[in-house]
C-alpha cells in the first residue's frame, strides 16, 4: 500500500514510485513466499492530490503497465499471481486510480501477461457499474480472485442489501469458478455469528459445516 500515513494506497500506477514500488513487491513476494500464498494484490494508487485525474491519466497508466511487466516477470520466477482490484471512487474513494472492472480489462490486455488477473470485488463493481452477472461471465477469463460484502453497508452477504449473494454463488460455480472467495466486509457485530450466511449455504448445497459432503460420512 505504500506510505498509509502519508495518504497513499498502493504505488503501482503512481509516477516519480517506481523504486519504492519495486522495493515493496520484493517485501510482498518475500512474504508471500513465506506464508505459501500464490497470489499479491498489487495496488495501484490514488491520483496524486492537487492534480486532474484527466491530466494525469496519461502518464499513471505508462508508469502501471512498465510496474506490471516488471510485477509479471519477477511473479514467473516464484509461480504467483498479480491481482489487480478496481476499487469504487463514489463511496469507498475518489482518488484512487483504477476504478471499474472495464479499465482493469483493458490495462491487462496492454500489459499482455498470463500471470496477471482481475481481483474483482463484488461490492465495488456493484457501486460502480452493476450488471453483476453479464459482468461475471464477460470477465471471467480475467479473474484470480472474488471479493464479496453486501452493498451499500459493506456487511455480511445476507445483510439487507441489493445483492442476492445464493445467485451469485450459483453463476459462480456454472461459470467454473474453483478459487477462493474472500470475506471482504465488515461484520456487524461478533465474526462467528456474522457467518450464519456460510453454515446456511453449506446446508443449501448439501455440506455439513465446514464445507465437507454429509455423503462421505
Known sequence: PGDQEAGELGLAAVPGRQAAFRQA???AV???????????HVMAGRVPLGTDRAA???????????NLRYTADLLSQEDMIGLVEPINNRITDPRYYLNTPHHA???????????????????????????????????????????????????EPDSP????????????????????????????????EGLGWLRSYW????????????ATK
Request: net charge negative; glycine share 12%.
Open 30 to 40: 518475500h512474504y508471500a513466499r513465506a506464508v505459501g500464498c500464490p497470489r499479491i
Open 203 to 214: 446446508e443449501s448445497r448439501g455440506l455439513q459445516h465446514g464445507g465437507t459432503n454429509k
Open 25 to 27: 513487491l520484493e517485501a
Open 105 to 155: 480489462a483493458a490495462i491487462l490486455e496492454k500489459v499482455g501477461r498470463p500471470n496477471l488477473k482481475l481481483q474483482l470485488d463484488l461490492f465495488h463493481c456493484q457501486i460502480m457499474d452493476g450488471n453483476l452477472s453479464r459482468n461475471l461471465e464477460t470477465y471471467f477469463p480475467l479473474i484470480g480472485h472474488i471479493q464479496i460484502a453486501q452493498v451499500p453497508g459493506r456487511h
Open 161 to 192: 442489501g441489493e445483492l442476492n449473494f445464493p445467485y451469485l454463488f450459483e453463476l459462480l460455480e456454472s461459470l467454473g469458478y474453483t478459487g477462493y472467495v474472500g470475506c471482504e466486509y465488515a461484520p456487524k457485530g461478533d465474526t462467528l
Open 56 to 66: 494525469v491519466a496519461g502518464e499513471m497508466e505508462t508508469t502501471f503497465i512498465e
